[in-house]
């Protein structure tokens, strides 16, 4: 298999799990687990806030309540790791209409 062909199939596999974690149903969850802050308190008009709020959820893996509108408007300010950036950048080219730069 080529290797245009292997990072092709990579990259549907990738995107289709992107997609299925952000469609997901929201699942009861202990948030005491995964935040040590009181998440319902956040002020998430607040940029600063937002773009902390997205950047630890998408960290540790946790998509639900985060929108294609908000991976295409905040994407570039957040502070995740490289690859994890270009992935949802190449998810939202094929996913989103109005495509990222």
Do not use: C
């Amino acid at each position: 298999m080529s290797p245009d062909i292997h990072r092709g199939k990579l990259r549907g596999v990738l995107q289709n799990w992107i997609l299925e974690k952000i469609n997901m149903r929201k699942e009861k969850f202990n948030k005491a687990i995964f935040w040590d802050y009181n998440v319902d308190k956040m002020d998430l008009n607040n940029l600063d806030v937002k773009l902390w709020y997205l950047t630890r959820k998408l960290e540790f893996g946790d998509f639900s309540g985060i929108t294609k509108n908000d991976l295409k408007k905040h994407l570039g300010q957040l502070n995740v790791d490289q690859s994890l950036k270009e992935l949802l950048q190449n998810y939202l080219k094929v996913n989103v209409k109005n495509r990222v730069n």
